[in-house]
């Protein structure tokens, strides 16, 4: 990136609403600036539609429990950003409730308890039990702004809390928390320039890729209490992009490039290698790693012994860490832009320009889950009946 993006600090978290407008693939959202408070919208893009089979359930909104999957389509067009709908589908009986409608992004909380939502007025707490639905952060009328560089909001496996990182134009980027508990909101600036960002599956720290004027990239262990992050240069010759921690916290997995400074890396592909670099009792001047595959797309399982990746971009593989070996799960479609291992281990969803698809790690089940443009896959959730 040859030019730095950053925010004034007064402005940072309405900043915060308008970047979950970015869509979480992008790394170089399109602005959209001029956006009022509350704007007409739109005509609606040509799109194929996403069917969508309303609940019988009398009680706003909250599904029985199980399993679900959450995404977003995009039903129309304002200042160049989607406006969305906010999607569950159940993974059992295929219904799927709708959420919530015109929106520029959202998230839904692991445990299927809360959903944050962007809107053109602030960002809102949807407590999917009641349906109450309380405002955040709400934009001043008199805002005018581009969207930042920044991700959607990320949730620990508790639903205790969520992360994202985000900066725009001429200020410093920044950590962005927000709690459940209270309905939280807090910003921490960074001492360096974060991208991608990652969070723990405890909660306690977000891993991203950030710039640093002397190291070029270098990865970074950014603790989510607010203390100083930690940052540990990459491998000679490979370049450190959207590094993951595995869910059991004991590697690092990480896709290697082109970087900011526009240098090609040595080798393509994603990498993985041990954690103990990131412990705060650890010094590591560098990463050791192995390379798994020639690609860009890839997803820990739960336990995280094992790395499901796009092969070819037409398959989809699963690399074993323990025996180092690779195995074909199934046929994609072109065009992949994410996918997910569900926590139950019993699905692996892959999204691409056409919509959303889910595999069964043993290769023996494949569905299509949603068609059409400009859907986007939120994450899993999984309900229980005490919620």
């Known amino acids: 990136m040859n030019k730095k993006l950053r925010a ?13 407008a970015s869509r979480s693939r992008q790394i170089s959202p399109s602005p959209a600036g001029g956006l009022p408070v509350s704007p007409p919208l739109s005509p609606p893009m040509t799109i194929t539609p996403v069917a969508t089979k309303w609940p019988t359930r009398t009680s706003f909104p909250q599904p029985p429990a199980g399993a679900y999957i959450a995404f977003t389509a995009a039903t129309g067009v304002q200042a160049d950003t989607p406006i969305r709908t906010l999607f569950l589908r159940d993974m059992s009986t295929g219904d799927q409730y709708t959420l919530a409608r015109d929106i520029f992004a959202g998230s839904v909380s692991p445990d299927g308890s809360v959903a944050l939502l962007s809107k053109a007025d602030g960002l809102y707490a949807l407590n999917l039990a009641t349906g109450s639905e309380d405002p955040v952060y709400r934009y ?9 560089h920044c991700s959607t909001f990320q949730w620990s496996r508790s639903a205790k809390l969520a992360a994202t990182v985000c900066g725009a134009p001429f200020e410093q980027y ?27 599956s405890d909660g306690s720290l977000v891993l991203a890729t950030c710039f640093d004027p002397d190291r070029g ?27 993951r921690l595995s869910p059991d916290g004991l590697h690092l997995s990480f ?19 041990e954690a103990a670099c990131l412990s705060q009792s650890t010094v590591c001047d560098s990463l050791t790693t192995v390379h798994v595959a020639q690609t860009e797309h890839w997803t820990w399982s739960p336990d995280g012994s094992q790395l499901a990746f796009i092969q070819g971009e ?33 699905w692996i969803a892959v999204v691409t320009e056409s ?19 400009l859907i986007e896959l939120v ?8 919620n």
């Open 217 to 243: 990239d270098v990865v970074a262990y950014i603790p989510t209490d607010g203390t100083s992050l930690t940052a540990i240069p990459c491998p000679p010759g490979l370049i450190c992009n959207r590094p």
């Open 314 to 346: 037409m398959e989809v593989a699963i690399y074993n860490l323990k025996g180092r070996t690779t195995r074909v799960v199934g046929g994609t479609r072109p065009s992949v832009w994410a996918m997910q291992w569900a926590p139950n281990g019993e």
């Open 255 to 273: 896709f290697s490039g082109e970087g900011r400074s526009g240098e090609p890396s040595e080798q393509w592909g994603v990498f993985v290698g």
């Open 140 to 148: 001043e009328a008199d805002l005018q702004l581009y969207p930042p």
């Open 174 to 200: 920044s950590l962005v928390t927000f709690r459940t508990s209270g309905s939280k909101l807090r910003s921490v600036p960074l001492a360096m320039d974060c991208f991608a960002p990652n969070l723990s």
């Open 379 to 386: 994450g899993w959730v999984t309900v229980s009946s005490a």
């Open 355 to 373: 919509g959303i698809s889910v595999f069964s790690p043993d290769g023996a089940s494949r569905e299509t889950i949603a068609s059409g443009d």
């Open 8 to 20: 004034f600090p007064s402005l940072l978290l309405p900043l915060v609403l308008l970047a979950c």
